[in-house]
């Protein structure tokens, strides 16, 4: 498949010309639509009510929110879906079209690099190469949550609001993603292209060489780079517990907005205080403000009822009023 997508030898990159790129469009959207378009079948072909009934819908002990997203044909939520993930499929295309243009053409400093395979083995960066690859999925989560963490802003009240660019960000483009507030797989990538942009920006590793010329990158650090872009989102906004993606870490950022920004393989949500567990908000009566609070104290006392108590106590209120069933689903107070 390498080297179907990327040949040895590609001297016909050095034109922009549609009888190679088309290749490449075409593999992309094939790869795309056939694991997001089954991973939908398989999770949600069932579901024909407005809400899950485990008499017709067998994975309804396993789904986190029980409404049918795609109910409500006048919605259009999945033609939505479908139509913001194909324009990043397409995107991710262009990505890898302008590197092998770059690679082939030689710029920046950026030239062709003999495969891991060469049949010849003067590939002189083996050792380098092949354990880099670890290093790329580190960059991908890396890349992500800060990627992310910006698209949300950060608050900034007063005159340092109109410095909050990734309130704007938000407000122009990934508030399109957020649509989705009860995500299914083709959730993953509805975005808004400009949010595509940024994303795919863990893909351009090979770029770095021209500032770095000591990081050389292969060709197979971007295709891994960008096709674990393309294939990560399904399972982690399938919006089932196991045995779907058991993604509720990043379900519950699109149910209640401020929290889970990144993936727990890096846990910078630990570190600045918006990592939040399905339990606790479900405890909480679906009340992030409360569920925050819920798991700081959890962590202090290892005592649930204990915890409750202190939420109550913070909030001058009772436990009552903490567990009650509240919310929105979308951004809350």
């Known amino acids: 498949m390498y080297l179907y997508i990327w040949p040895i030898t590609y001297p016909y990159a050095k034109q922009l010309t549609w009888d190679w790129m088309s290749k490449i469009f075409v593999f992309d959207l094939v790869i795309g639509y056939t694991l ?22 067998k994975l309804t002990p396993y789904k986190y929110n029980k409404k049918n997203q795609y109910y409500d044909k006048e919605e259009n939520n ?31 400093g950026i030239s062709t690099y003999t495969p891991f395979f060469s049949p010849t083995g003067d590939w002189k960066y083996n050792a380098w190469s092949i354990g880099s690859i670890v290093f790329v999925t580190y960059w991908r989560e890396l890349h992500f949550y800060w990627a992310h963490r910006l698209e949300h802003g950060f608050g900034w009240e007063g005159a340092w609001k109109y410095l909050d660019f990734g309130k704007l960000l938000y407000d122009i483009s990934h508030s399109w993603h957020h649509r989705s507030t009860n995500p299914g797989p083709w959730a993953g990538l509805a975005m808004h292209p400009i949010e595509h942009f940024m994303y795919y920006t863990c893909a351009a590793l090979p ?85 925050k609070s819920y798991g700081k104290y959890l962590a202090q006392t290892n005592n649930k009822d204990k915890a409750l108590e202190l939420v109550a106590k913070e909030f001058n209120t009772t436990v009552a009023a903490v567990t009650s069933v509240g919310g929105t689903g979308k951004k809350v107070n």
């Open 78 to 108: 999945l033609t939505r879906e479908i139509f913001l993930t194909t324009l990043g499929l397409l995107q991710s295309s262009m990505w890898q079209i302008a590197l092998m243009y770059v690679y082939a053409n030689n710029l920046w």
């Open 36 to 57: 997001y378009g089954f991973w939908h079948f398989m999770t949600m072909n069932d579901l024909k009510t407005e809400y899950a009934d485990v008499k017709s819908y």
């Open 207 to 291: 770029f770095l060489g021209y500032f770095f010329p000591t990081l050389v990158f292969h060709p197979l650090h971007h295709l891994y780079a960008k096709y674990h872009a393309v294939i990560a989102p399904i399972g982690g906004h399938d919006g089932l517990s196991n045995p779907g993606g058991g993604g509720d870490y990043h379900y519950l950022h699109h149910a209640a907005f401020d929290c889970n920004y990144g993936v727990p393989l890096i846990d910078f949500d630990r570190l600045f205080g918006s990592w939040v567990e399905l339990e606790w908000y479900t405890i909480c009566g679906n009340k992030l403000r409360y569920a």
